[in-house]
């Protein structure tokens, strides 16, 4: 299973994205779903996350301001990021922890979308 994460682009403080997160092949069963960003010289950082039960985390930095949901039907998770801000400017990532697709499970990282947001 690939992950593909799109979505991204350059926009103004204020305005608001949608990322898009899409797996490659029919998902049965899964655990965990996240977000990452990160910008250059600088760890990954978590930013959000979604389990299989519905259960939704963020981090404090987009908590308020980013909501995460998913499509089982349509294998893909969405970021919906509003009221966007300078330091929000990353490349996003998203995260499946235990994707199943048919017998074979495994953890998988997407390729990132560039978000530029300027002032």
């Known amino acids: 299973v690939q992950l593909q994460a799109s979505g991204g682009g350059l926009v103004q403080a204020g305005e608001s994205l949608r990322l898009s997160c899409t797996a490659s092949r029919r998902i049965v069963r899964w655990s965990n779903m996240d977000w990452y960003r990160q910008t250059p010289g600088n760890q990954r950082e978590w930013v959000a996350k979604?389990?299989?039960?519905?259960?939704?985390s963020y981090s404090d930095s987009v908590k308020g301001r980013f909501t995460i949901s998913r499509d089982d039907a349509a294998n893909t998770m969405y970021l919906q990021m509003s009221s966007l801000k300078r330091e929000d400017t990353a490349v996003y990532y998203c995260y499946g922890i235990g994707l199943c697709s048919g017998s074979v499970c495994s953890n998988v990282w997407g390729r990132g979308t560039q978000v530029t947001v300027s002032s």
């Open positions: 979604i389990t299989s039960a519905g259960a939704i």
